[in-house]
């Protein structure tokens, strides 16, 4: 049994359609089977709201008098991309203020003008025979810009990663803050609700179909940047006009230590044509897996501490490695709900049809990662390999008389089996010269959380360690942290001294 699109909209518009949230979905198959669901349900409506960062808009704010080709914009002090047109920019949500305040940015921006808000426009230019002006500033609304068109180069992922944090130093991410020893986790997303887990193969999802963004009536451009199906990864760009938006579903927000970003809503209408579509929107919590994965590693490729589901994270802990971990969403469940309540409405009122697709979305196609032809070197090919040590039960006399030589001014300090326990500085000995009699051995003086790289590190993470730990040297060990060379600022100096090639 099949149903064709025409039908559907036939019923939605003589306002006969039955329509359903996807989280109404699943029981209403328990309760008729697939084909009772199909013959039932006509569309179901889908939701998220939650940040997304990759997100802005494009601005046309008319002509002066004298006319200005504007190379540089700002708006509300947060500059706007300005080489497009004499007056058009592109705002991303992510630009922060000019003025470096973490806590406004072009997120903020757009959040003011939805809100009505004036907003103060500030350009310069360097003048031309039919631009000859060559600053302005004033203030706009958004009912005065010709044009405010929301274009979301990547919105809506079809599932997100959660993040933990095994490191020992609190974390400031685009997923929140992350405590240290994987003291809580965070996620995205609202699971079942959420667009693209209900529709996995894009087969009514793509470039065409309209949308809720942002409170009205949007539509899909087609798959976002970054989009990556074959992984799980899929996402949407996506278009709307900001003029018709709504503050309660396009709000600005900060991450901390990281920067602004932009809460919007969108939701997908989802026609039931076949079994197959019956089947993906039945989708629940239980069945969409993700990992969480470790953000104390600052590499491309994190390490996955573990595989869980939407529900287990929805359920506010998760057990990892014999411990429970709270969990916490990033995203609104609530709003999520709200989304696509709004767009069942819409479509019950008749005041919204659904389309097809114009322009099909991959469902294979996996991202890439960066071509990078000029690579990052990385410890082991800047590391002092002859290290000097020291074993923690030796006494401090000895200690000092290494440190006396010149070699080092650090001494990695290593247990009777040969691993990585502590370290020594030359400061650490002239205390314990000075509090003489107190302490003998190397063990009571050693700094025992010990900051460290390992050979296969790049190198400018490397050096974030000692800028933010303010200490001038890092002990490199193996997997099984064994000492096999030191990395100091001396050695970093390399880099700029022109003594190490690539």
């Not at 518009?13 to 009772?36: F, K, Q, S, Y």
């Not at 579903?249 to 230590?257: D, H, I, K, S, Y």
């Not at 003489?436 to 050979?455: A, F, W």
Request: charge should be neutral; charged fraction near 25%.
């Amino acid at each position: 049994m099949e149903k064709s699109l025409e039908v559907i909209n036939t019923r939605i518009r003589d306002g006969n359609a039955r329509v359903v949230t996807a989280e109404e979905m699943p029981a209403i198959v328990d309760e008729l089977g697939e084909e009772g669901a199909l013959e039932e349900v006509d569309v179901v409506t889908t939701g998220t709201f939650g940040a997304m960062c990759s997100s802005g808009a494009f601005f046309n704010f008319g002509h002066a008098d004298p006319p200005i080709r504007m190379e540089r914009v700002w708006l509300n002090d947060v500059e706007a991309y300005a080489g497009i047109a004499a007056v058009d920019a592109y705002l991303g949500a992510t630009q922060a203020s000019a003025g470096n305040s973490e806590y406004y940015g072009g997120a903020h921006v757009l959040e003011d003008l939805v809100a009505g808000k004036a907003v103060e426009l500030r350009a310069t230019s360097h003048g031309t025979d039919c631009y000859p002006r060559r600053a302005i500033t004033t203030e706009v609304l958004l009912e005065d810009l010709n044009q405010a068109i929301m274009v979301n180069p990547r919105n809506a992922f079809q599932r997100y990663n959660a993040a933990a944090n095994a490191g020992d130093r609190q974390l400031y991410t685009y997923m929140g803050t992350l405590l240290p020893r994987c003291g809580n986790i965070t996620y995205s997303g609202a699971g079942t609700l959420s667009p693209l887990p209900n529709d996995p193969a894009f087969r009514v999802i793509g470039g065409g179909v309209p949308i809720f963004l942002g409170g009205t009536q949007g539509m899909i451009i087609g798959e976002g940047t970054q989009h990556s199906a074959g992984s799980g990864f899929g996402n949407l760009m996506v278009t709307g006009d900001m003029k018709q938006m709504r503050q309660e579903f396009l709000r600005a927000a900060v991450m901390p230590g990281y920067g602004t970003t932009l809460y919007v809503g969108v939701g997908v209408p989802i026609p039931v044509l076949d079994l197959s579509i019956v089947r993906s929107t039945a989708v629940r919590d239980e069945d969409i897996l993700t990992e969480i994965i470790d953000y104390g590693i600052p590499r491309r490729d994190r390490p996955s501490l573990k595989k869980v589901s939407y529900a287990e994270l929805k359920s506010g802990s998760v057990e990892l490695e014999g411990d429970r971990v709270k969990t916490s969403p990033l995203s609104s469940y609530r709003k999520a709900r709200e989304v696509a309540a709004e767009l069942k409405r819409w479509i019950e009122a008749g005041s919204m049809e659904l389309a097809l697709p114009t322009r099909s979305i991959n469902a294979e196609r996996r991202a890439q990662s960066m071509r990078e032809t000029a690579r990052a070197p990385r410890v082991r090919e800047l590391m002092n390999t002859k290290a000097v040590s020291i074993t923690e039960d030796e006494k401090i006399k000895t200690a000092a008389r290494k440190l006396l030589k010149g070699e080092t001014n650090h001494l990695p300090v290593l247990d009777r089996n040969g691993m990585l326990v502590g370290i020594v500085t030359t400061f650490d000995v002239s205390k314990a010269v000075v509090h003489d009699g107190k302490n003998n051995l190397v063990r009571d003086i050693m700094t025992k959380n010990v900051i460290k790289t390992h050979p296969e590190e790049p190198v400018d993470i490397a050096a974030q360690k000692l800028e933010r730990n303010n200490i001038s040297a890092l002990p490199v060990v193996d997997k099984e942290n064994r000492v096999v060379g030191i990395l100091s600022a001396i050695d970093l100096g390399k880099l700029f001294g022109g003594r190490w090639q690539r």
